[in-house]
């Protein structure tokens, strides 16, 4: 009995001594909260808090990938979120967590073996994912983004693991404003949305594309600082016409054929009005739309809602920027712009959506008296050759590339403002280039080689330092590599891509710098700038300065070297840059309904308002009670 009597009093002891040592935890707690100028109560949209509370206990901390912490969970944290045992003992902080990663990703021995291992990480663990590729921008870019997601978009249905984000399909026409209800987050700032019919380069992938608005998404969380937990990514599943899909027993989207026609824009509609009812300030990015329907649903909505197309609008920000660039390297100034003379090879919403940007800021500059004055120092093609005029090739068709005629109306009134009525319908590349001699070559057609060798020899016949940027994506879509142009060049040509290259040694010794012109330099500051300042609409000025304060990064003597913009590493240096010169304009333009405090200056609002992944402490919504 004196034996039972003791052993009841150790663990009455030992009972109370964890309930006194429980109540000191959540006395500190309670003490950070009340010191905290950010107590977590969900008012501020942009910022993460110093704390966080939560109503998760137990296992689904742990499996949850924006709460958990892996083995960095403190001993008090443990106790309270009844978690104590069910991690190893010994708490590993956030920098050796890193290393054991890091060196794990190192043995993965392909780029898509790389990309399932982060894909994994960011599933279980969202604050050491965005840490690691914070800390290793440059080598990890490639790997979340192009090139490599392409690939992993095509097998996306092979390497599915786990659900993320969500999918609007065809069978939920009529349940959509009830669905948007089943995401957990009630604040979110972006959202990216594709219906995967023009994913990169790749053509139609169906649901497949959901790996571009994740990748798109943990680029704004990495380089543009938005929060986690407040970006959500979107497919809308209207169908598939690629037929390899539709035979595939693991495809896992709507095995029939896309919805066209009114059916589609119903069915689009229907998903921003439900959208628009949970989040009605949320900022969409439309991403990956094929030609036409990227540019009308831009249109229909671009003054309805706060929304941008990536491809048209983003991409044509970086281009510019790129150009503006390419002319302080040629020792020009950027307000001769309206003097260049510019192919464009790629007529769909890419390659217009760069074309209309370039000739904004050719009008803004004031060097041009019309709009249509602009128009004729851009010359365009598609798959036919040039939109030129049919009545002047009549006449010589000598210069026409073989095959059939251009459709009549094929062109749309986006188009047509291309056409030269000087010059003959369909003329191939080579001809155009020994005709007009221009001074940059751009590429946006989604189809590799397109940029023959005669063509770049031809064009550096003509200039000193042509500009040649093979914009499409993923890199084996490139119109050409790197290596190409400088060795057709003779090392003289300012190269970017849209896909990383790696630099080039020329046969002098000399090195040929390449650069990514890639709009992972544009869309994360625009959103930061936006979702900071809360404005109500994305205008052409927003891209216009976006571009302007890209080009104006590079030092003189990196300009010398070629080199146009900074490097990836610098991402999130350029989304500020970028993103304060967005909040100006929004500001000018009465689009913003924040108030700045006195004395707030914009640059520091930015920067403040940027996500940095660390761990913050969590707190049980029992504990504060």
């Not at 921008?137 to 599915?160: D, K, M, N």
């Amino acid at each position: 009995m004196a034996f039972a009597t003791s052993r009841l009093l150790v663990r009455t002891r030992a009972h109370n001594a964890i309930i006194k040592n429980r109540n000191d935890s959540i006395t500190r707690v309670s003490t950070i909260l009340l010191k905290s100028q950010h107590f977590s109560t969900n008012n501020d949209p942009i910022r993460d808090k110093t704390v966080h509370m939560t109503s998760s206990r137990g296992v689904n901390v742990l499996h949850d990938p924006l709460l958990s912490k892996g083995t960095a969970f403190s001993i008090d944290e443990r106790e309270r979120l009844a978690i104590r045992g069910l991690v190893p003992p010994r708490c590993q902080e956030m920098d050796k967590q890193i290393l054991r990663v890091k060196h794990n990703l190192d043995i993965c021995e392909t780029p898509l073996s790389k990309f399932i291992f982060l894909a994994a990480l960011h599933d279980r663990n969202e604050t050491l994912f965005y840490k690691l590729l914070i800390e290793h921008l440059e080598e990890l870019a490639g790997i979340i983004y192009t090139p490599t997601v392409g690939l992993a978009s095509q097998r996306s249905h092979s390497i599915y693991r786990r659900p993320r984000g969500m999918y609007f399909s065809s069978q939920d026409r009529g349940n959509m404003s009830a669905m948007v209800y089943n995401w957990p987050q009630d604040e979110v700032d972006v959202i990216v949305v594709t219906d995967g019919s023009r994913v990169l380069g790749l053509g139609d992938l169906g649901a497949n594309g959901m790996q571009i608005p994740i990748g798109k998404l943990s680029l704004y969380v990495a380089a543009g600082g938005i929060r986690p937990r407040a970006v959500l990514p979107v497919v809308l599943d209207v169908g598939t016409n690629n037929e390899a899909l539709l035979n595939d027993p693991l495809y896992l989207g709507m095995g029939h054929p896309r919805l066209e026609g009114d059916d589609y824009y119903t069915f689009v509609e229907e998903w921003i009005t439900a959208i628009m009812t949970r989040w009605p300030n949320v900022l969409i990015q439309f991403e990956d739309f094929k030609y036409p329907h990227a540019y009308n649903l831009l249109n229909k909505y671009r003054d309805r809602i706060t929304c941008f197309n990536d491809d048209i609008q983003s991409t044509s920000a970086i281009t510019l920027a790129g150009i503006l660039a390419s002319l302080k390297a040629r020792g020009l100034a950027q307000e001769d712009l309206s003097n260049e003379r510019i192919i464009c090879v790629g007529a769909g919403s890419a390659g217009v959506g760069v074309c209309e940007g370039i000739i904004d800021c050719m009008v803004d500059q004031g060097k041009v008296k019309t709009r249509e004055e602009a128009y004729r120092r851009i010359y365009m093609l598609d798959q036919n050759g040039l939109l030129g005029n049919s009545a002047v090739s009549a006449g010589d068709r000598s210069r026409l590339m073989q095959g059939p005629e251009r459709p009549k109306g094929s062109l749309d009134e986006r188009q047509l403002c291309y056409v030269k009525s000087d010059l003959p319908d369909r003329m191939s590349l080579e001809d155009l280039i020994e005709e007009v001699k221009p001074t940059v070559l751009l590429g946006l057609t989604g189809i590799g080689g397109v940029f023959s060798e005669k063509a770049i020899r031809t064009m550096a016949q003509h200039n000193e330092k042509p500009v040649i940027f093979p914009l499409s994506n993923p890199d084996t879509h490139a119109e050409c590599t790197a290596e190409q142009a400088f060795k057709w060049t003779d090392g003289k040509a300012i190269f970017a891509s849209g896909s990383p290259f790696k630099d080039v040694k020329l046969s002098n010794g000399k090195i040929g710098r390449t650069n990514q012109c890639n709009n992972s330099y544009s869309f994360p500051g625009i959103g930061l700038g936006v979702v900071t300042s809360k404005a109500s609409r994305v205008t052409p000025e927003m891209f216009l300065e976006t571009a302007k304060a890209i080009a104006d990064i590079a030092t003189p003597s990196q300009l010398k070297e070629g080199i146009l913009f900074p490097g990836v590493s610098q991402l999130r240096h350029v989304s500020n840059k970028v993103a304060t010169r967005v909040c100006e304009v929004a500001y000018q333009q009465g689009l913003t309904t924040k108030k700045l405090k006195e004395g707030e200056v914009l640059a520091d609002l930015v920067r403040d308002s940027m996500y940095d992944p660390e761990y913050v402490p969590l707190v049980t919504h029992h504990h504060m009670a």
